[in-house]
């Protein structure tokens, strides 16, 4: 691809969905490309670029743009923060609420994270008799969710974090697949979202979950991102990013907990705009 191919691309995934994509890295570009080149009936990533310039196709634009995400997921990724779910946070919200307790994995890729958040809630000791738990699972990849949402893996999906007693009670051997029970697909609900957009529609959230996408996200758009999330938690509810992210003076509309690396809650002060 020439530079001026790489600054079109660049230019769109950033517009569209907040995405950084640097010069240098044209390998990983290609890399993710060349299949929906292929699956689009064009010979070369370039005469799909040369397409674009010609005609702006919305669903050519938003098709590589969903192609351009960083889609890394796998089940219990960062093994102790969902230890923490389990034994601390999700009992102590289920003890202060008279409703369901709403989580969001606000990026969800093909579903790895959300399924693991509602595998941990049934195996959560201390979580008081009654409660009832929503899950949300989004994301701007269509051919992500339509993955999540079918609740198939390969055996070498599931061998990523997934622990052997979790697959033996939650998962079912179909063919050469695994396919998650029916109470856990079902405890899940699925939207296409893009984080750039309006999020008030989605409601108010206990936790919501945006790990390891920020450093993905344009610089500039990353407070954005933030601050739309944290209008979206309840007064005490909470934001789990990256083990090894810091927001630092990014933005003012979280605070992170202390002695919980990621963890951060809604700052009092902050107010959503209007």
Known sequence: MTPDDMDLLAALARNRAGLRIESDKAY??????????RREGFESIEAMVAALRAKRDDRLIWAVVEALTLNETAFFRDREVFAHLRDELLPALSRRRDRPIRIWSAACSTGQEVYSLAMTASEA??????????????????RCLEKAQSGLYTQFEVQRGLPIRSLVKHFENQDEMWAISPRIRQAVRWRRINLMADLSPMGKFDAILLRNVLP???????????????????????????AGESLGELTGAVRP?????GLFSRDPSFRAAA
């Open 28 to 37: 990983l570009v290609e890399s993710r490309l060349n299949p929906l080149a």
């Open 125 to 142: 000791r201390d979580i008081e008799p009654g409660a009832q738990f929503e899950f949300f699972g989004s994301d701007l990849s269509e």
């Open 216 to 242: 993905g996200l344009d610089p500039a758009v990353r407070p954005r991102v933030v601050e739309s999330l944290a209008a979206r938690l309840e007064d005490d509810g909470v934001l789990l990013l990256g």
């Open 257 to 261: 907990l202390a002695d919980r690396l």
